[in-house]
């Protein structure tokens, strides 16, 4: 369904896609000043990060096969209205459990509209080249709005409270709003196309199971029973939902799918640049400010060279996916970030000039996996199947970012607990403990010497936690990147193009 307007509809469903993203990672500059303002536990703390990617991965697969049937326009329209009142109610939260409400249904909202954003091109864009390009145009805004979260955050708190940056969602999505029935063709869905709720609820209490057991495990003095029952309920119902799906006759999820390697190294590609994206700059930009002692805005500029490498590397990868193959293009890019990764492991502590190359690095070659892995699945799955093709991709961003807040947050935790040691004598709250944001809380009804103290400890323990996080993605996206050339080479497809 070609039209005219197919550059402003692809201007519409990026700047969508920009809130989506740009609200996974906007928070991570706002966090100490927001977990200070509200109370927050470092659990809590966590769980305002992770409602929003977790509660959006369970619902996904459900709204991109309701987009298939009846019609990803008005899953679109419908998206926007409900990430708007989100928005208003995250920003006012008065409280962390409120405010972990609101980012909840924030996700519901992003989940109705995310799918439909990639559907909606595949279908308007019907030139091979020009769908390229805005395949290569959405992978950058989706990666660039994850990496420029931070940078927004900083700018806006710089001037604002933390709220705003909720708040800047509303003028946007009303403009959205206005605009889309004018210019976004209503592309009818099928209604034959089988839709249920309940997979996607199976799938939620999957992951959530999952991830609490991540968390439980992660605490200084985790409770064994709860982690393992945790883990055994979200394992087994995640086993629950593969199994419902490969019994149906018209599944949310084609999991045969999964059998043509390209498909599988997009998927693969997605979820792992996302853990590494999402990991990397949760614990960068709570670095540079709990212990360099940067302002919101000093982190903002920090960050920046990550962002806008990541934000280049999609169209440019997108004019080149279609000629080296988006298999070769997502293991090539993984090692590039892995090879960022390895020179901030020895270049955080300096400079902004030594951090330069390095941090230019990951964001380019997690931008550019991103741009390969859209175009791996988008263009390896029937027509007929684009919305749960793009549901299956958004789903391996959602998990992976989940997944990296879980795993490298809990593995942060776990290190600074074991490393915050105090000089013998000096006493502290128990809660210093549990992360630097809460010793920095205590230090400030200390004495002054005291003070110091406490907060060298915490600064050195955190620097321990910071440090295990960066190892760790660079061996999970040395193995994935490794996993993906070995399959795409044994199938043959490594040096061909994707059709």
Same mark, same amino acid.
Do not use: C
């Given at each position: ?21 740009? *609200? ?43 987009? *298939?049937?009846?019609?990803? +326009? ?28 609101? +980012? ?14 990639? #559907? ?7 030139? *091979?080249?020009? +769908? ?30 933390? %709220? ?99 498909? +599988? ?7 792992? #640049? ?71 492991? !020895? ?15 990951? %964001? !380019?070659?997690? %931008? ?31 998990? %992976? ?58 600064? !050195? ?39």
């Amino acid at each position: 369904m070609p039209t005219h307007n197919r550059w402003l509809v692809l201007l519409i469903v990026s700047t969508a896609l920009f809130l989506i993203t740009i *609200d996974v990672t906007v928070l991570y500059t706002a966090l100490p000043r927001l977990t200070h303002d509200l109370g927050a536990t470092n659990a809590q703390k966590l769980w305002i990060v992770n409602a929003y990617p977790l509660v959006m991965a369970g619902l996904l697969m459900s709204t991109g096969t309701l987009g *298939d049937r009846i019609g990803h +326009r008005r899953m679109f329209l419908a998206g926007l209205a409900v990430f708007g009142i989100a928005s208003l109610a995250a920003a006012y939260a008065p409280n962390p459990q409120l405010l972990i409400a609101a +980012r909840a249904l924030l996700a519901v909202g992003a989940a109705a509209m995310m799918p439909a954003t990639l #559907s909606i091109i595949r279908i308007v864009f019907t030139d *091979d080249r020009e +769908r390229n390009l805005a395949i290569g145009v959405w992978a950058a805004v989706a990666s660039g709005g994850a990496a420029f979260g931070p940078v927004v955050g900083g700018v806006l708190l710089e001037y604002f409270w933390w %709220g705003s940056v909720f708040l800047i969602n509303v003028p946007v999505v009303l403009l959205a709003l206005a605009l889309t029935p004018k210019l976004v063709p209503a592309i009818p869905g099928n209604p034959d196309r089988t839709w249920q709720i309940s997979g996607g609820l199976v799938v939620m209490v999957g992951l959530v199971g999952t991830i609490y057991a991540i968390k439980e495990f992660g605490k200084l003095e985790p409770s064994m029973l709860t982690a393992i029952i945790a883990g055994v309920v979200g394992l087994g119902f995640l086993v629950w939902f593969v199994r419902m799906q490969r019994a149906m006759a018209a599944p949310m999820v084609d999991f045969a799918l999964f059998r043509h390697p390209v498909f +599988r190294a997009g998927a693969i590609g997605a979820a792992i #640049s996302m853990f590494v994206m999402i990991g990397v700059l949760l614990v960068f930009t709570q670095r540079v400010q709990l212990v360099s002692g940067m302002t919101p805005l000093q982190a903002a500029f920090a960050i920046m060279p990550l962002s806008l490498a990541s934000l280049f590397a999609g169209p440019l990868t997108g004019l080149v996916a279609q000629r080296l193959g988006h298999a070769r293009v997502v293991w090539l890019a993984l090692l590039v970030a892995a090879l960022g990764l390895l020179g901030l492991i !020895f270049t955080y502590d300096g400079s902004m000039l030594a951090r330069f190359v390095p941090l230019v690095a990951i %964001g !380019f070659g997690l %931008g550019a996996t991103m741009t390969g892995a859209s175009g791996a699945i988008m263009l390896n799955a029937p027509e007929q199947q684009a919305g749960m093709a793009a549901s299956i991709e958004e789903v391996s961003y959602e998990i %992976g970012s989940t997944a990296g807040v879980a795993m490298l947050g809990s593995l942060m935790t776990w290190m600074y607990a074991r490393s915050f040691i105090l000089p013998d004598g000096v006493e502290t709250p128990a809660l210093a403990r549990d992360g630097i944001d809460q010793a920095i809380l205590a230090a400030e009804s200390m004495a002054p010497d005291l003070a110091s103290r406490v907060l060298s400890a915490a600064q !050195f323990a955190f620097d321990q936690g910071f440090v295990a996080t960066l190892w760790l993605s660079v061996i999970a996206i040395t193995i994935a990147a490794v996993a993906i050339a070995v399959s795409a080479r044994n199938a043959g497809t490594a040096g061909h193009r994707s059709h």
